[in-house]
Structures are given as structure tokens and as C-alpha cells.
């Protein structure tokens, strides 16, 4: 079987075995002979399972899957979305402030990580999966805040959390007490990813979005990496995302004191140096732009300021 079913009518399709990324995790729910996928993960994983899934279940590829829903625009969750088009007609849906990320796969890279020329180069030649080896084409729905998505018999709301991208949304189903989370709220609480954003996203949006996730009596966590978390009290994660990205604000701002003015450089240095927050080393370049928005947010809260060139100190 391609799919694994975790919940009546939802099935789990994941990913080979990525490293630091850990499963790239991909959903379809199937419900009154119609389908949806929700992150079909990156170019080439999970690819073709997706499709055996639907041939699978004996629906038709071609006329029974009504969307292809994208939680955001990173490669890893949304480069496979492109070539499921393709072979299914279904629509690309994603909130208008990631589809940038669809039309122009190699924004990701130019606008959305802080990176030089150097670390881009390398992460083109990568394999792993942020690599964007694919070409962009025009996403079909662009989604927006409270909307829903009918799928047979289950309904599913959009909800805009802003944090880890500026068009990251998630799907709630109010039924099932079910939330696809994608990178917003992850299963493990030491992970990394609890805090990770690129440029365009905002730590402060994400700890307003998890307060308003918290209080929807979530039983079934399911994220875009890894294994979901079912039949639990979800709140304990929302809790350990919100406190993680405390953390991490905490953290940043200690330094910034110690150091009385540092740039990003510094601070990633000082942030790695004191291992008090998990930062694997695959991930480098998500550190160095997660330090900057968090510096953004700090400003925005009024505790530390800009003094130009890219050198920050504590108000
Ligand atoms: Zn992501």
C-alpha cells in the first residue's frame, strides 16, 4: 500500500528517510469517491505514490482528485505539486503570499533565506530537499483566511498563521478535531522546525496563530514532516512550539546584551556556541534568517533596535 490510513478517510503517504528533514510526510483524504491531496512534499518524494495511492482507493487520477493543497511554498512540501498537475489536471491551491514560491521555485532561494552566493551555489547543487530542480507554472486557487475546502463529506477551514512563511496556512477539520499543521506545528518538542520561519514569515505572527490553534480542542496533529500525533491533547505541543520560539527570543536577546551591539553573524555564532536552543547543521541557512526575523519582532516589541548595517543592539 502507498498510503497508510491514521484516521478514517485519511491517509498518510510518506517520504523517504530525509536526515535532519526526518520523513517528508504527505496526506490524502478520500471521502465520497472524490480525493485531496494536502503537501505533496518535494519533486521526486513521495511522487509517484501519491498517484498509486488514488489508483489505489479505484479512483480515477485524472477527474477524482479536486485539489492539490500546499500548507506553503517551500520545496519540500510544494515542489511536488508541480509534476502532480500534470499528470492529474487537479488545481495548485495556496495562499496568494506563497505563490510566488510556485510561479518562481528559485525565489525561495533569492528572497526568502539569507544566504551568499557561495551557500546558494551549494545548496543548488544539494540533493537534499530544499533543492528546487523543478520549473514554476501559475497556482489555480489562491487561498484566503476562514475559507473551506469540500471534499466529499469533510469539510476543512483554512486558517492564515503567517509564522514559518507569510502565506503558510493550515487545515482544520472540526469534526475529527483533526489539524493538517504543515512546518507551523511540529510532533516533537525539541525539534528545530518548532522556531524555523524564512524571511517573509513572523515569530510574533506564529505565537498569535498558535494561541488561536490551541483553543480549538486539536485531537490529531498532523505535520508535513514525520509522524502525526493522534488522539492526544495537542495543546501540549502548541505549548512546547510557543515556548521553543520564547526561547529562542529569550536566547537572541541575552546575547545581544552580553555583546551590547552584534550582527546576525554574531549572534548565530553566539546562539550555536551556548547550545541552549537545537539547531541541526544541515540547516544552516534557516538559523542565520530565523535570528533576523526574530531581531524583527524584537523591534516591533520595541526591545532592540536597527543602528544600520546590519548591526543590532538592546533598547
Ligand atoms: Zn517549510
Known amino acids: 500500500m502507498a498510503a497508510i490510513e491514521i484516521i478514517p478517510n485519511v491517509h498518510a503517504i510518506r517520504g523517504k528517510f530525509a536526515g535532519e528533514f526526518g520523513f517528508i510526510a504527505s496526506y490524502l483524504i478520500v471521502s465520497d469517491g ?50 502532480l498537475r500534470k499528470v492529474t489536471g487537479a488545481p495548485i491551491m495556496i495562499h496568494a503570499d506563497d505563490a510566488e514560491l510556485i510561479r518562481n521555485p528559485q525565489s525561495f532561494f533569492e528572497e526568502r533565506l539569507l544566504m551568499d552566493r557561495a551557500t546558494r551555489l551549494s545548496m ?40 514559518h512563511s507569510a502565506g503558510h496556512c493550515v ?21 528545530p522546525r518548532k522556531f524555523y520561519v524564512d524571511l517573509s514569515g513572523s515569530l510574533i505572527s506564529k ?14 496533529l498532523l505535520p508535513a514532516h514525520d509522524v502525526p500525533y493522534l488522539f492526544g491533547e495537542a495543546r501540549l505541543q502548541f505549548g512546547a512550539v510557543a515556548d ?41 541557512s534557516l538559523i542565520k534568517t530565523t535570528v533576523q526575523v526574530t531581531l524583527e519582532g524584537l523591534a516591533e516589541a520595541g526591545l532592540v533596535k536597527n543602528l544600520g548595517n546590519g548591526v543590532w543592539t538592546k533598547v
Open 34 to 83: 472524490e480525493a485531496l491531496v494536502i503537501d505533496p512534499g518535494t519533486a521526486g518524494d513521495p511522487g509517484d505514490r501519491i498517484e498509486r495511492a488514488l489508483k489505489e482507493f479505484g479512483l480515477n487520477h485524472k477527474s477524482d482528485l479536486i485539489g492539490i493543497v500546499c500548507t506553503h511554498g517551500h520545496p519540500d512540501h510544494a515542489g511536488g505539486a508541480i509534476r
Open 124 to 163: 543548488k547543487l544539494d540533493k537534499g530537499p530544499l533543492r528546487v530542480n523543478y520549473k514554476g507554472c501559475e497556482p489555480d486557487t489562491l487561498l484566503s483566511d476562514g475559507q473551506t475546502i469540500q471534499v466529499g463529506d469533510t469539510s476543512l477551514q483554512v486558517i492564515l498563521t503567517r509564522g
Open 171 to 191: 487545515l482544520f477539520d472540526s469534526t475529527k478535531k483533526l489539524l493538517f499543521s504543515g512546518d507551523e506545528v511540529n510532533n516533537f518538542p525539541n525539534d
Open 207 to 220: 505565537i498569535a496563530a498558535i494561541e488561536r490553534l490551541a483553543k480549538l480542542g486539536v485531537e490529531h
Open 244 to 284: 521553543g520560539v520564547v526561547h529562542l527570543q529569550d536566547t537572541v536577546l541575552t546575547h545581544l546584551g552580553a555583546r551590547g551591539e552584534a550582527d546576525i553573524e554574531q549572534l548565530v555564532f553566539d546562539v550555536r556556541q551556548s547550545r541552549s536552543v537545537p539547531i541541526p547543521e544541515s540547516l544552516d
